[in-house]
């Protein structure tokens, strides 16, 4: 006899996803409404006083003088090079284990991407290594604030020579301090990104350069409209990576959110902590001492990690891999010259690595599950 109980059917298994991003769309929906017909009616798509607006309050918010919108991350980390001088016959260290967009940007800068390997434990850049590979060419290092919180800047800075700027990859970062002090102020320049995903996200693509200095404030903005400081005037040659005016009206409205959604991320890395204390085989990730990270991703690591995501996936758990492939072993960067076993930690880390849903609005309920499925997983 079947009763409800036994019933699959009856009883539908709860998918938890990866990522919602209709729950905060909810929240802004009448205001970005509201001020999007505001930009359709005085259409101002390009350069619209919201852009500035937004920009001044990223750089309160952020605590650095200057915010300079722009397309995307990929293309505010390359014109942040380019701002700094770098181009052919230089070299910018970064690390191995990134999304690709790090080392593409140093590409077309021209520069040529000198990668080093991670530290295990917190998956960012490892410092002395980076301070290790600085040559007479060297003329920035690129820590990536990786997974919400900050490499140590200041560790990296006490290492290199002064003439060697440091540019942070500030794309999963949007909040997280270190010893108090906001990413994007801790280098001489940042980069972020306003993917969609991010946890201040827009509903397309956008990026910023922030930085505390005006020389390179004003040549980030320069390069991203034709190089042009006025009308028909190109002072250099530039690029066309302006931030959109409708995406700074939905940034400016996510914007009076983003403590309090980051906040609800810090407790649900706490509540994932407390869950996977007394679970056998998964790796919870460390938070290096000075850091108060945003929970961009929360990442574990697992021993058979594709066998874990497929039963995770076969059981409804949007589980996810940020990132598989280091730098080095893609097809993209096999001009590197480095092969397996160039840069362990990192390489170990692409086979380990897992994230689990994280968003503002993920319930207790809903990480249990994944942790319970998870369990039952890694045994």
Not at 138 to 149: D, E, K, N, S, W
Request: one cysteine or more.
């Amino acid at each position: 006899m079947t009763t409800p109980e036994s019933n699959p059917e009856s009883n539908p298994v709860e998918a938890v996803p990866f990522l919602d991003l209709a729950t905060p769309h909810s929240e802004i929906a009448d205001e970005v409404s509201a001020g999007w017909a505001e930009v359709l009616a005085k259409t101002a798509f390009v350069g619209g006083p919201q852009v500035k607006a937004f920009e001044a309050e990223y750089a309160a918010w952020s605590g650095v003088q200057h915010v300079v919108g722009l397309g995307n991350g990929t293309d505010a980390i390359e014109l942040a090079l380019r701002a700094l001088g770098l181009g052919p016959g230089d070299e910018a260290i970064l690390p191995a284990n990134t999304f690709i967009a790090t080392a593409e940007a140093v590409a077309r800068s021209g520069a040529t991407p000198v990668l080093v390997d991670a530290d295990l434990d917190t998956a960012l850049i490892n410092v002395e290594a980076a301070a290790a590979a600085v040559t007479d060419r060297t003329r920035a290092v690129l820590p990536v604030h990786l997974y919400g919180q900050t490499a140590a800047v200041e560790q990296l800075r006490a290492l290199l020579p002064e003439h060697v700027a440091i540019l942070e990859d500030a794309a999963q970062s949007q909040g997280a301090k270190r010893n108090g002090v906001s990413a994007g102020k801790l280098g001489d320049i940042a980069g972020t990104s306003f993917y969609p995903g991010k946890n201040l996200g827009a509903y397309g693509d956008a990026g910023a350069v922030l930085t505390d200095r005006d020389d390179l404030a004003a040549a980030v903005g320069l390069l991203r409209d034709h190089g042009s400081p006025r009308k028909y005037e190109h002072a250099v040659l530039g690029f066309n990576s302006r931030l959109d005016t409708l995406q700074a009206v939905v940034l400016s409205a996510k914007l009076r959110r983003l403590d309090g959604w980051n906040a609800n991320r810090r407790a649900a890395a706490d509540r994932y902590a407390a869950l996977l204390a007394g679970v056998d085989g998964v790796v919870a990730p460390t938070v290096l001492a000075g850091n108060e990270p945003v929970w961009h991703l929360y990442v574990v690591r697992v021993q058979e990690r594709d066998r874990v995501l497929k039963e995770c996936h076969a059981n409804k758990i949007g589980a996810s891999i940020h990132y598989p492939t280091p730098v080095h072993r893609t097809e993209a960067f096999a001009n590197l010259g480095k092969g397996a076993g160039s840069f362990p930690v990192s390489e170990q880390l692409g086979e380990e690595i897992l994230s689990l849903p994280m968003f503002p609005n993920i319930t207790a309920a809903q990480q249990e599950r994944v942790v319970s499925v998870l369990a039952d997983a890694v045994k």
